[in-house]
């Protein structure tokens, strides 16, 4: 199966199903989110989430069959265990705005920082201008005092895939 890069979400290789678009609200004390997600260019459907805590849901579009896509759902796995429609909706969104970042940063030759905890746990902490060398990527662990949680791992992405600021491949 293959494993989406910023997520790590393994799919099956078909039916693919991808988010298209995501609108964010930032709010005081919540951030709503609708997102429109797509088959083969079709829309199927929206997640949404009101940002009150409640799980991220799935509404089909038109005459798509929820049960389609429940069949992806069961086949999908995190870290090699299932995983609920919710969370892969989640997941989901996660791997198109990070994408959407990282394209942005391109834009400018920066790129996004994250940082990978002991237990798994990734946060995107930052950008740094695309290291070109081994001695670029050192060094811009060095002055930025990485990594930012005491024993995390911190990882650029190199246009292909995360891998170690302070050299070697991530994943």
């Known amino acids: 199966m293959p494993t989406l890069p910023h997520t790590r979400l393994q799919t099956p290789d078909q039916p693919r199903y991808e988010v298209t678009s995501c609108q964010e609200?930032?709010?005081?004390?919540?951030?709503?989110?609708?997102?429109?997600?797509?088959?083969?260019?079709?829309?199927?459907?929206?997640?949404q989430n009101y940002g009150d805590g409640d799980a991220t849901e799935f509404v089909p579009h038109g005459d798509f069959d929820l049960a389609d896509f429940a069949r992806f759902a069961d086949a999908c796995r995190l870290d090699g265990q299932p995983v609920s429609l919710s969370l892969l909706l989640d997941l989901l969104i996660e791997e198109f705005n990070v994408s959407r970042s990282l394209r942005a940063q391109a834009l400018q030759g920066r790129t996004l920082l994250r940082e990978v905890g002991r237990d798994g746990t990734v946060t995107i902490s930052g950008t740094i201008p695309m290291p070109a060398t081994a001695d670029d990527r050192r060094r811009a662990h060095?002055?930025?005092?990485?990594?930012?949680?005491?024993?995390?791992?911190?990882?650029?992405?190199?246009?292909?895939?995360?891998?170690?600021?302070?050299?070697?491949s991530a994943a």
């Open 25 to 47: 609200l930032t709010l005081l004390r919540a951030t709503p989110f609708l997102a429109v997600l797509s088959h083969g260019g079709r829309k199927i459907g929206s997640a």
């Open 142 to 168: 060095a002055a930025l005092g990485l990594p930012l949680t005491a024993g995390a791992a911190t990882q650029f992405w190199n246009g292909n895939c995360w891998e170690h600021l302070a050299g070697g």
